[in-house]
């Protein structure tokens, strides 16, 4: 099955950018998606890509798409203290409509 | 109103209870989910139903079953409740048009013990 893989922690200053990766298995899928999940509540869609698009720039928010090595990232400019959160890459299995989490990344911003 | 709500949000119960974990959305889709996060390992996905017809097994479906009873509502059971059945509980549900963007509730922490 989809195989979705982050790394667990990123610490960055308040201003710096921060950039998340992910990497994943399954080479037809379709959508991919950056969740927020904020101390205590459920997640947020953040944004989300297509498959047939190399990036996407939404404000402070960039997804570049590496489909050739299944690769995915997300990056904030000027990073917050508010930005401070877990992120959860996500992949669309398109065999069974099914959405397949990373292990998500804990963003820390300090002042 | 939240769209997606779950009822308890916190639950402590004993091993070997059965306890029932519920959720009601207002979001007139057809697709819910009910997912565990633990630390370092994501979400998992446990059930899931396409509709009021439909019911599914997720990658981690052993010692739980589901009950979809209308449209707008999933609960999740635990038969007989286990400690490594600790965990953080969240439902969801999408609508397959578009993005397919999954919306989660709030979620329920539940400790075995």
């Known amino acids: 099955g989809e195989d979705v893989e982050q790394s667990l922690f990123l610490s960055v200053r308040e201003g710096d950018s921060s950039v998340i990766n992910c990497t994943y298995t399954d080479s037809s899928s379709t959508y991919l998606y950056w969740y927020k999940q904020e101390p205590g509540a459920g997640l947020q869609l953040l944004t989300y890509?297509?498959?047939?698009?190399d990036m996407k720039q939404d404000q402070r928010l960039t997804v570049l798409l590496n489909k050739k090595d299944k690769h995915l990232s997300l990056r904030i400019a000027d990073t917050q203290t508010g930005d401070s959160a877990i992120y959860f890459c996500a992949v669309m299995n398109t065999g069974f409509q099914k959405l397949v989490f990373g292990t998500g990344t804990r963003l820390l911003v300090s002042p | 109103d939240a769209d997606v709500t779950q009822t308890p949000r916190n639950r402590i119960t004993k091993t070997g209870k059965r306890i029932m974990l519920e959720c009601s959305q207002t979001k007139g889709h057809d697709r819910m989910y009910w997912y565990r996060q633990d630390p370092g390992l994501g979400l998992r996905l446990i059930y899931y139903s396409f509709d009021v017809k439909d019911i599914n097994k997720g990658e981690i479906s052993d010692g739980y079953s589901v009950s979809r009873q209308a449209q707008a509502k999933f609960s999740l059971s635990l038969e007989s409740a286990i400690p490594n059945q600790t965990a953080l509980y969240f439902c969801?549900?999408?609508?397959?048009?578009?993005?397919?963007?999954?919306?989660f509730g709030p979620g329920t922490r539940l400790t075995v013990t």
């Open positions: 890509i297509f498959s047939n698009m």
């Open positions: 969801a549900t999408s609508d397959p048009r578009g993005k397919d963007e999954q919306y």
